[in-house]
């Protein structure tokens, strides 16, 4: 990242005319950017709605105390990942029967979402600001051979479990975390579930009796539009 | 597709999940007292390891996760539609409220709304899930503490809003009601009066717990100044809903920034606080909210507009590509739901916020020095839902 100006993308979304522009966020996103600097790779903003600010791992944690510290977001809402791969296992509901034998196949190409992302992993995490009752959502890359990143826990107490959870779902390690354990799983338990390539095995090893065909109904283009009265396959 | 053997491991461990002891609590000095996972105390599954030295509780860590059902995994297989049938389950005493965050960020990224008249329903259905709760909740502390009479108080006033909920949804306590754009159903006739009528029995069960058990001297002695939480270490482990405005912190999420889908604005209600961060100010916030909660229903009752329940949605659902982050302040506290959506008829990715988490990861803080039954008020005014927990 040469200068902070050059690495910073803002992009707005432009499909509601009513707020095309948010000053409070924007004003935000500058903030946090003079704050950080370099460490901020991208933003963005949805007007009158939400921010997302992706940042770098080295940061991830000074990212927290200047939340905390200097911008008045004092609520911590949540700390999690997001694992970008598309699952290996296709897409089971899409299909109109189960795939119980499917091998995995070769996955697709990793799509992030707002804010981007280069790597498999990413950090997602949540501050709110209970005065101005503004929230941003933070992100941060984690490279794929090095899943660790430093823990959030000496600023935000609430960390502890969440990072816990984290790191057992998804073989994220925080360093610096003071008893990074198990939290719901049990001490054997092998694999990370939430992870995409994870098979969810109660759907392997038994046929889903959840897929449902939608009937068309009478007088109904193929498009699938329709009175709205009961809305896909019913559980 | 063929399994491998650790693969077939993980899950057979997974199966047999009760073989976990902290064997770092087991000291030479000292004694371990383990409540639970099935304790009275503990609203389910909730196991709580404390290290005692007498009678004071050097250190305290809940161990959750012995009913944990992986929904953020199983809502990756499921269409939008069929996940509110599982998050039903996550509070299962307040069980539409779970819903309907999820279905407004789904509503969200799919730019619908629903029409006015299924707003207010809504509404009025959230806040009565809200009393179908606490309400259970001043029954449940009185329990606790002993006092098993306001424990049948609450649970027969709390019929008469299952009851009500039952008539227009059909489930007591799995509705499974909302609607991407809507609701599933108009309401039954003569819900209206019948509710006006539950909304008379919730009040007059305030004031009988008001009488009976904050006046109570015993309950003062057990509860004022116990599991004191400031404002700042409450923020920090986020901390929501009543255990926030408990600890004198004015915000609530119906009031300030309210998801588009409530109708909220519509009426007139104060959030109550109090400064005093302990469990009988816990206490308190939730009998006030109650209280409150019953104005909300009253006036949206009389204000129901006539109108469709449903938007026009398509029959199947596909939310376009983007992720949301929607929260309601449900009668735990800040419940939200992440959701990240490829343009699929599944979520991609879930992450469930929900406000029992958050609200008992506190209690290893709180309960340093304090006396083992401390513990149990302390639990018990922190109120948490097992399944809000572990989802």
Same mark, same amino acid.
């Given at each position: 990242?040469?200068?902070?100006?050059?690495?910073?993308?803002?992009?707005?979304?432009?499909?509601?005319?009513?707020?095309?522009?948010?000053?409070?966020?924007?004003?935000?996103?500058?903030?946090?950017?003079?704050?950080?600097?370099?460490?901020?790779?991208?933003?963005?903003?949805?007007?009158?709605?939400?921010?997302?600010?992706?940042?770098?791992?080295?940061?991830?944690?000074?990212?927290?105390?200047?939340?905390?510290?200097?911008?008045?977001?004092?609520?911590?809402?949540?700390?999690?990942?997001?694992?970008?791969?598309?699952?290996?296992?296709?897409?089971?509901?899409?299909?109109?029967?189960?795939?119980?034998?499917?091998?995995?196949?070769?996955?697709?190409?990793?799509?992030?979402?707002?804010?981007?992302?280069?790597?498999?992993?990413?950090?997602?995490?949540?501050?709110?600001?209970?005065?101005?009752?503004?929230?941003?959502?933070?992100?941060?890359?984690?490279?794929?051979?090095?899943?660790?990143?430093?823990?959030?826990?000496?600023?935000?107490?609430?960390?502890?479990?969440?990072?816990?959870?984290?790191?057992?779902?998804?073989?994220?390690?925080?360093?610096?975390?003071?008893?990074?354990?198990?939290?719901?799983?049990?001490?054997?338990?092998?694999?990370?579930?939430?992870?995409?390539?994870?098979?969810?095995?109660?759907?392997?090893?038994?046929?889903?009796?959840?897929?449902?065909?939608?009937?068309?109904?009478?007088?109904?283009?193929?498009?699938?539009?329709?009175?709205?009265?009961?809305?896909?396959?019913?559980? | 597709?063929?399994?491998?053997?650790?693969?077939?491991?993980?899950?057979?461990?997974?199966?047999?999940?009760?073989?976990?002891?902290?064997?770092?609590?087991?000291?030479?000095?000292?004694?371990?007292?383990?409540?639970?996972?099935?304790?009275?105390?503990?609203?389910?599954?909730?196991?709580?390891?404390?290290?005692?030295?007498?009678?004071?509780?050097?250190?305290?860590?809940?161990?959750?996760?012995?009913?944990?059902?992986?929904?953020?995994?199983?809502?990756?297989?499921?269409?939008?539609?069929?996940?509110?049938?599982?998050?039903?389950?996550?509070?299962?005493?307040?069980?539409?409220?779970?819903?309907?965050?999820?279905?407004?960020?789904?509503?969200?990224?799919?730019?619908?709304?629903?029409?006015?008249?299924?707003?207010?329903?809504?509404?009025?259905?959230?806040?009565?899930?809200?009393?179908?709760?606490?309400?259970?909740?001043?029954?449940?502390?009185?329990?606790?503490?002993?006092?098993?009479?306001?424990?049948?108080?609450?649970?027969?006033?709390?019929?008469?809003?299952?009851?009500?909920?039952?008539?227009?949804?059909?489930?007591?306590?799995?509705?499974?009601?909302?609607?991407?754009?809507?609701?599933?159903?108009?309401?039954?006739?003569? *819900?209206?009066?019948?509710?006006?009528?539950?909304?008379?029995?919730?009040?007059?069960?305030?004031?009988?717990?008001?009488?009976?058990?904050?006046?109570?001297?015993?309950?003062?002695?057990?509860?004022?100044?116990?599991?004191?939480?400031?404002?700042?270490?409450?923020?920090?482990?986020?901390?929501?809903?009543?255990?926030?405005?408990?600890?004198?912190?004015? *915000?609530?999420?119906?009031?300030?920034?309210?998801?588009?889908?409530?109708?909220?604005?519509?009426?007139? *209600?104060?959030?109550?606080?109090?400064?005093?961060?302990?469990?009988?100010?816990?206490?308190?916030?939730?009998?006030?909210?109650?209280?409150?909660?019953?104005?909300?229903?009253?006036?949206?009752?009389?204000?129901?507009?006539?109108?469709?329940?449903?938007?026009?949605?398509?029959?199947?659902?596909?939310?376009?590509?983007?992720?949301?982050?929607?929260?309601?302040?449900?009668?735990?506290?800040?419940?939200?739901?992440?959701?990240?959506?490829?343009?699929?008829?599944?979520?991609?990715?879930?992450?469930?916020?929900?406000?029992?988490?958050?609200?008992?990861?506190?209690?290893?803080?709180?309960?340093?020095?304090?006396?083992?039954?401390?513990?149990?008020?302390?639990?018990?005014?922190?109120?948490?839902?097992?399944?809000?927990?572990?989802?």
């Amino acid at each position: 990242m040469s200068s902070a100006d050059a690495g910073t993308e803002t992009t707005e979304a432009t499909e509601t005319p009513e707020p095309v522009t948010d000053e409070r966020r924007e004003h935000l996103v500058a903030r946090v950017t003079e704050a950080l600097g370099d460490a901020v790779v991208a933003s963005h903003i949805r007007p009158g709605d939400d921010v997302w600010i992706r940042v770098t791992r080295d940061a991830w944690a000074e990212t927290a105390e200047v939340a905390r510290h200097r911008l008045g977001f004092s609520f911590f809402d949540f700390l999690s990942a997001i694992d970008w791969l598309p699952s290996p296992f296709g897409r089971d509901m899409d299909a109109q029967e189960d795939l119980v034998d499917a091998e995995p196949s070769t996955p697709a190409e990793i799509v992030t979402g707002y804010a981007g992302g280069d790597t498999r992993f990413q950090l997602l995490a949540r501050v709110y600001d209970v005065e101005s009752h503004l929230g941003v959502t933070l992100k941060a890359d984690l490279p794929d051979d090095d899943l660790t990143a430093p823990t959030w826990t000496a600023t935000f107490l609430g960390a502890d479990w969440h990072e816990r959870e984290t790191w057992e779902m998804f073989g994220i390690t925080f360093t610096g975390h003071p008893h990074l354990v198990h939290l719901y799983l049990p001490g054997a338990f092998e694999g990370n579930p939430l992870r995409k390539d994870f098979p969810l095995l109660a759907r392997r090893v038994k046929p889903w009796p959840g897929i449902v065909d939608v009937e068309q109904m009478p007088n109904e283009d193929d498009d699938g539009e329709g009175a709205g009265d009961e809305s896909g396959g019913a559980a | 597709m063929t399994l491998t053997d650790s693969q077939k491991m993980a899950y057979v461990a997974a199966q047999a999940a009760d073989a976990r002891v902290n064997l770092q609590f087991e000291t030479e000095d000292g004694m371990t007292l383990n409540m639970g996972p099935q304790h009275p105390a503990t609203h389910g599954t909730l196991r709580i390891v404390a290290q005692l030295d007498g009678e004071q509780v050097v250190r305290c860590e809940p161990i959750p996760g012995y009913m944990h059902r992986g929904y953020e995994k199983l809502c990756e297989v499921r269409t939008y539609p069929q996940v509110t049938t599982l998050i039903n389950r996550i509070d299962w005493l307040g069980s539409f409220a779970n819903e309907v965050p999820f279905i407004l960020a789904a509503e969200k990224l799919m730019e619908v709304e629903a029409p006015p008249r299924a707003q207010v329903i809504r509404t009025i259905l959230f806040e009565l899930s809200r009393l179908g709760n606490i309400s259970l909740f001043l029954g449940d502390l009185g329990i606790q503490l002993g006092g098993l009479t306001i424990g049948f108080y609450a649970f027969r006033d709390r019929e008469f809003v299952l009851n009500q909920i039952e008539a227009a949804t059909g489930g007591r306590f799995h509705p499974n009601f909302d609607r991407i754009g809507g609701l599933k159903d108009d309401l039954p006739k003569g *819900w209206i009066a019948e509710t006006h009528r539950a909304m008379e029995r919730v009040r007059r069960l305030c004031d009988e717990f008001e009488e009976l058990v904050l006046g109570n001297e015993i309950f003062g002695a057990r509860t004022r100044g116990i599991g004191v939480i400031p404002a700042d270490v409450a923020l920090s482990y986020g901390m929501s809903g009543a255990n926030l405005r408990a600890s004198g912190v004015d *915000w609530d999420l119906r009031r300030d920034g309210c998801p588009p889908g409530l109708a909220y604005d519509q009426v007139d *209600w104060k959030v109550w606080t109090h400064p005093d961060g302990d469990s009988f100010a816990r206490t308190w916030v939730r009998l006030q909210e109650v209280r409150e909660s019953t104005r909300i229903v009253d006036q949206l009752l009389d204000s129901i507009p006539s109108g469709p329940i449903m938007a026009k949605v398509p029959r199947i659902i596909k939310v376009p590509e983007g992720e949301a982050y929607v929260a309601t302040e449900n009668p735990l506290g800040e419940m939200g739901y992440y959701v990240v959506s490829k343009g699929d008829l599944v979520p991609f990715r879930v992450k469930i916020r929900s406000a029992s988490f958050n609200n008992i990861s506190v209690v290893p803080w709180v309960t340093r020095g304090v006396f083992v039954p401390d513990v149990i008020t302390i639990l018990a005014s922190l109120y948490f839902i097992l399944g809000d927990i572990d989802r």
